[in-house]
């Protein structure tokens, strides 16, 4: 009988985080990996928001535990933004600052679900919100979008799905493996279901906001009715290059808000007023760097497309969002290199990992296991390098 709780055996380690940590073990012994597992932009955080940080370091006013939901004229500056430019008309009372996207998550699902109540994930899915919906007692229904319908959930299976225990329905756009975008059209089917049950809640994950390849951008609590319906859930790492910062934020009806503030000031009270500062200079200070690293995203987007595209037998479609592909691998399953046999996406990874040296992400941590996850949010020099790699390992595979 395991000491530990049920609820961290309800649990795995997260699979992207235990990848990087056996790319960064084999790096330790010399090995030349090249890691495209982490979701996490190479580039530097801007100047002008490092700036921001040693002049509030320096100004000797930030060292006290800020207020437990971020400064006010941060969670200002951002229910601004969502005012402004996302046609969304937060105040502050709706704005929670938390330890990245992550907690503002957690926060958002330990406010609003009880044991027994069900989540309905959009697969494939990011790898924390499994845990997430179960770490507050509450169980997912994961329903699993097909490569061919370029992952997406149609409005009847989600309806289908929908029990009188239903609490929520979580996904992200831009998403986080597949790199799929709802379109307005598609959000507002799922906003007209979500109007004839009024007790379900959508927590919409737009982390990836800026890194948007298409023309449109929608923020699901702009959608009518949809205002008292949504925990917007947002977060400076990924577009503002700043995930060691550890920013994040939900936006939400006051009640949810407040339910988050009680829940984060027992947990993490406030997280890092240095960080928090940074962030404020990150949202007030223009799109200008940010559009440049998403230039440079969309490039090497491009380039893994073609790389991708000259590996025979894998099936992949252009991302219209954030940095990753998810390519469908599993023609390649029941080969073999030497003795060692390939069944899944978990025993591709390792191979992945041990022979060609290229860790990336199994899919099945997303909830699809015939696809594995690559981050091109790495150097085109890497990536032509991890790309040449992978076909090779991929061509030694054999038939027994
Ligand atoms: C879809 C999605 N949501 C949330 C997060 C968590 O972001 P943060 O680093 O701000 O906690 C991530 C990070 O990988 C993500 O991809």
């Known amino acids: 009988m395991s000491r530990l709780s049920r609820r961290v055996l309800s649990i795995d380690r997260s699979a992207t985080s235990e990848m990087s940590a056996k790319a960064s073990a084999l790096k330790s012994e010399g090995i030349d990996v090249i890691s495209l597992s982490q979701g996490e932009p ?33 969670r200002e500056a951002i229910a601004n933004k969502y005012a402004k430019e996302n046609n969304v008309p937060y105040k502050i009372e709706n704005v929670v600052v938390s330890n990245g996207a992550k907690q503002a998550l957690s926060n958002a699902m330990l406010t ?18 499994l845990a997430q919906v179960r770490l507050a007692d509450a169980s997912p229904v994961v329903l699993n979008g097909k490569a061919e319908d370029g992952f997406k959930v149609s409005i009847e299976r989600i309806e289908q799905a929908i029990s009188k225990r239903t609490k929520a329905i979580v996904f992200s756009s831009p998403c986080n493996p597949t790199g799929l975008v709802y379109s307005k059209k598609e959000l507002e089917a799922l906003a007209e279901l ?34 008292d319906r949504t925990i917007t859930i947002n977060g400076f790492g ?74 025979p037998n894998i099936k992949i479609d252009l991302p219209k969002g954030a940095f990753y592909f998810f390519p469908d691998i599993s023609h390649y399953y029941g080969l073999q290199y030497r003795e060692r046999q390939i069944n899944n996406s978990i025993d591709m ?5 041990e022979v060609a040296h290229v860790a990336v992400v199994p899919g099945r941590a997303f909830g699809d296991d015939t696809c594995l996850r690559i981050s091109y949010a790495a150097s085109k020099s890497d990536l032509h390098e991890a790309l040449r790699r992978l076909k090779g390992a991929l061509g030694d595979l054999r038939g027994s």
């Open 112 to 129: 609003v679900l009880n044991a027994g109540d069900e989540v309905i994930i959009l697969a494939p899915f990011w790898v924390s919100y």
């Open 42 to 74: 190479d580039f530097k955080t801007p100047d002008y928001i490092r700036e921001a940080a040693k002049f509030a370091i320096d100004s000797g006013r930030y060292f006290s535990y800020p207020p437990t939901g971020g400064y006010l004229d941060l």
């Open 349 to 353: 990874c390792a191979y992945l990992l």
């Open 238 to 311: 990924k577009c503002y290059s700043m995930t060691g910062w550890r920013v994040g934020y939900l936006a939400a009806p006051k009640w949810i808000a407040e339910g988050a503030i009680r829940i984060q000031s027992h947990l993490t009270s406030a997280n890092c007023s240095i960080a928090q500062r940074a962030a404020l200079s990150a949202i007030t200070g223009g799109l200008d760097s940010v559009n440049e690293m998403v230039n440079e995203y969309r490039e090497r987007r491009d380039l893994v497309y073609s790389l991708l595209k000259e590996i």
């Open 194 to 227: 979500i109007l004839h049950y009024p007790d379900l809640l959508v927590i919409a994950d737009e982390i990836y906001e800026h890194i948007n390849y298409t023309d449109e951008r929608i923020s699901f609590a702009s959608l009518p009715g949809m205002f």
